[in-house]
Structure formats: structure tokens, C-alpha cells
């Protein structure tokens, strides 16, 4: 519990996440910084070239601009 894991999921990443549970074999994980909404939907629907594109963009959130 609470180990932290570098995850590559179908090409993108590394995602940062910890091991939020245990069940037997299987294993959830918390990420530290969510999946985007869009990058998830790829991921869902299996596109995965379209998924490594989006992992592969800048991460306009993260920057901040002060004024």
C-alpha cells in the first residue's frame, strides 16, 4: 500500500501513481495527477496512436503566467 508505481499505458507515460488498494491478485492504483478527460476517452475507446499524441502535447495547464 501507498507504493509508488511509473505506469505506461498503451504507449503514453510515464503516469505517477501509488497503490491505493490490494484484493488477492489485483491491485488499484491512485494517480497523482489525473489522466486527462481527452487522453482517457482515447485510452477507452482503444485509440491508441490518437492516445500517444495527446500524451506527447505540451502540458498547457501546468504552466502559470502572472501579470
Same mark, same amino acid.
Given at each position: 500500500?501507498?507504493?509508488? /508505481? @511509473?505506469?505506461?499505458?498503451?504507449?503514453?507515460?510515464? =503516469?505517477?501513481a501509488?497503490?491505493?488498494? *490490494?484484493?488477492?491478485?489485483?491491485?488499484g492504483?491512485k494517480?497523482?495527477?489525473? /489522466? @486527462?478527460?481527452?487522453?482517457?476517452?482515447?485510452?477507452e =475507446?482503444?485509440?491508441?496512436?490518437?492516445? *500517444?499524441?495527446v500524451?506527447?502535447?505540451?502540458?498547457?495547464?501546468?504552466?502559470?503566467?502572472?501579470?
Amino acid at each position: 500500500m501507498g507504493e509508488l /508505481l @511509473s505506469l505506461f499505458i498503451a504507449g503514453t507515460g510515464p =503516469h505517477q501513481a501509488t497503490v491505493a488498494w *490490494r484484493h488477492g491478485t489485483q491491485v488499484g492504483v491512485k494517480f497523482l495527477k489525473p /489522466l @486527462s478527460a481527452r487522453l482517457f476517452r482515447l485510452l477507452e =475507446h482503444e485509440e491508441w496512436e490518437r492516445a *500517444r499524441a495527446v500524451d506527447e502535447e505540451p502540458d498547457h495547464r501546468r504552466q502559470v503566467r502572472r501579470i
